[in-house]
C-alpha cells in the first residue's frame, strides 16, 4: 500500500537551511514531488525527481532520494521569511494511479 | 494557479443543503481531481477523473459526487452537507503521461 510520512511542524532561523523530511512505503513510486502550500492559496509545485536519481538541486532547494530506506528529504539553503508555509510530499507509482500526499511539514522561520 | 479556477471561493451552507463547488481549467489537461484539506490530516482525494467519461472515487467518496461536464469543467457536489463537511476543498488537473498536478486556488467550505 502506498503511505507517505512526514513531520507535522519545523522551526527554523533566517539564515539557516531547513532540511524537511519524507518517508514513503511503495517501492515502486516513479516519481515524488515537493508542494508548497502559503497561507491561503492553493498548492504550488516546487520540484520533483524521478525514481532513478538521487539528487536534484534547484537554487536553493535540494531534493535528496534515498531508494533503499524509502527517504525523501527537501533541503531548503538560506532559509527566508517568505518559505514559511507548509510543505507536502507526494508519490506516484504510475501515470494511472493518483498522487498520494503526506500530510505535510508546516514550516515556520524565525527572522 | 490562475490556470485552474474555483468557485466560489468562500462558502457559508447549513446542514441539509445541496451544494456545488465548481472547476474550470484552461491548461487543456485531461485528467482532473477533487481533494480537501483539514488540519492536521494533509490532502484526500475525493474524486478523480482521468477523460469526461470516466470517474474514479478516491479514499473519501461517501457524502460526495461529481459531474465532468466537459475536459475543462469538474464539478463537486454535497448532496446533504453535513458540519465534518466543513474544510478547505481543492481542484486539480493533470495531463496524462505526467502526474504533475496543478492546484486551484481553493474553496473554503462552512456548513453550520
Known amino acids: 500500500g502506498e503511505d507517505v510520512e512526514q513531520s507535522l511542524f519545523l522551526s527554523v532561523r533566517e539564515g539557516d537551511s531547513s532540511v524537511i523530511n519524507c518517508t514513503y512505503t511503495d517501492s515502486s513510486s516513479t516519481y515524488l514531488y515537493w508542494y508548497k502550500q502559503e497561507p491561503g492559496a492553493g498548492l504550488q509545485l516546487l520540484t520533483y525527481?524521478?525514481?532513478?536519481?538521487d539528487m536534484k538541486q534547484d537554487q536553493r532547494l535540494t531534493v535528496l532520494l534515498n531508494k533503499k530506506d524509502k527517504h525523501l528529504s527537501l533541503r531548503i539553503a538560506d532559509t527566508q521569511t517568505g518559505d514559511s508555509a507548509i510543505y507536502f510530499c507526494?508519490?506516484?507509482?504510475?501515470?494511472?494511479?493518483?498522487?498520494?500526499f503526506g500530510k505535510g511539514t508546516r514550516l515556520s522561520v524565525i527572522a | 494557479d490562475a490556470d485552474v479556477t474555483q468557485t466560489p471561493r468562500n462558502r457559508i451552507t447549513k446542514t441539509g443543503k445541496r451544494i456545488m463547488l465548481e472547476c474550470s481549467q484552461t491548461k487543456g489537461h485531461d485528467r482532473m481531481y477533487w481533494y480537501r484539506q483539514d488540519p492536521g490530516l494533509g490532502l484526500r482525494l475525493i474524486y478523480y477523473s482521468f477523460d469526461v467519461k470516466d470517474i474514479n472515487k478516491g479514499e473519501i467518496s461517501d457524502g460526495y459526487s461529481v459531474s465532468r461536464q466537459a475536459q475543462a469543467k469538474f464539478s463537486l457536489s454535497l448532496e446533504s452537507a453535513i458540519p465534518n463537511q466543513t474544510a478547505l476543498y481543492f481542484c486539480?488537473?493533470?495531463?496524462?503521461?505526467?502526474?504533475?498536478?496543478?492546484f486551484g486556488p481553493g474553496t473554503r467550505l462552512l456548513v453550520l
Open positions: 525527481i524521478f525514481s532513478n536519481m
Open positions: 507526494a508519490e506516484t507509482l504510475s501515470g494511472n494511479t493518483p498522487l498520494v
Open positions: 486539480a488537473t493533470s495531463h496524462s503521461g505526467s502526474e504533475t498536478q496543478y
